[in-house]
C-alpha cells in the first residue's frame, strides 16, 4: 500500500504545481480538493516513516534554497513547516541508513539544488528530455532501488518517480504545439545553453582563447 501511496502522492504534487503555476485550474474548490489530497497522501507516507519525512524535509529545503520562486504561493510554503512535525511524530520509527541510501541521497540533493539554478523555463524541449531521461533511469534501476535501499529511501525515490512521471506528462503537453523542425532547433539550443551554463557553474571556460602570434 506504501507503494501506492508514494507514487499516488508524487503524481499529485506535480499535478497541482503544473496546473495551478499555468493556470490550468482556477476553480478555488478544486485548488483545495488537491491541496487536501497533497496533504493527507504526505501524513499517511510520513507520520510512520522517519526516514521518509527527513529526507523529504531536507530536500525540499536544497530545492527551497536553489528557487525560492518556486514557494511563492503560501501553500507551498507551508508544506514545508509541516515536515517537521512529521519528523516527530515518526522519530520513534527511524532506521539505520546504509551506504547506498547515503550515495543517493546526496545526489538526489546535487540534483535538486543545480536543476532550477540550469533549467530555468517551466516549460521547454531540453526540460522535456531531462525529465524523461531521469524518468527511464529511476525506472530502469527501480529493482537495484528495492534490494539495496532502505524503505524510506525506496519510498522517496517513489515519490519523486511520481512526480516525474506527470513532469514529463505535462512537458509533451506544453511541446504538442511546436512542429517537429521547431523543437530540434529549440532542443538543440537548450542543450546547447545548458552546457554552457554547467562549464560556467563549474568555472570552466568554454571557449578558449586564440593565442595571438
Known amino acids: 500500500m506504501d ?22 485550474i482556477t476553480n478555488e474548490y478544486h485548488k483545495k480538493m488537491l491541496e487536501t489530497l497533497q ?8 507520520i510512520n516513516n522517519f526516514t521518509f519525512s527527513t529526507i523529504s524535509c531536507m530536500l525540499t529545503i536544497c530545492n527551497y534554497i536553489a528557487d525560492k520562486g518556486q514557494y511563492s504561493n503560501p501553500y507551498d510554503f507551508s508544506l514545508i513547516t509541516m515536515y517537521p512535525i512529521f ?5 520513534s520509527k527511524r532506521e539505520y541508513l546504509n551506504l547506498y541510501d547515503w550515495l543517493l541521497f546526496l545526489f538526489l540533493c546535487v540534483v535538486l539544488a543545480l536543476e532550477p539554478m540550469l533549467i530555468k523555463e517551466d516549460s521547454s524541449p531540453r526540460k ?21 535501499l532502505s524503505n524510506g529511501v525506496f519510498l522517496t525515490i517513489l515519490y519523486i518517480l511520481g512526480y516525474a512521471i506527470v513532469s ?10 511546436m512542429s517537429f523542425d521547431e523543437f530540434n532547433k529549440k532542443l538543440f539550443n537548450g542543450m546547447e545553453e545548458l552546457l554552457s551554463d554547467v562549464l560556467k557553474t563549474f568555472g570552466i571556460n568554454e571557449t578558449p582563447t586564440n593565442s595571438t602570434s
Open 87 to 91: 519528523i516527530i511524530l515518526s522519530y
Open 39 to 46: 496533504c493527507f497522501l504526505l501524513a499517511a507516507l510520513s
Open 3 to 24: 507503494i501506492f501511496i508514494a507514487l499516488l502522492a508524487g503524481s499529485t504534487a506535480k499535478l497541482y504545481d503544473d496546473l495551478v503555476d499555468n493556470k490550468l
Open 128 to 148: 522535456l528530455v531531462m525529465r524523461f531521461l531521469y524518468t527511464a533511469f529511476f525506472i530502469s534501476t527501480m529493482p537495484f532501488y528495492y534490494k539495496l
Open 168 to 177: 514529463v506528462g505535462f512537458q509533451v503537453y506544453a511541446c504538442s504545439h
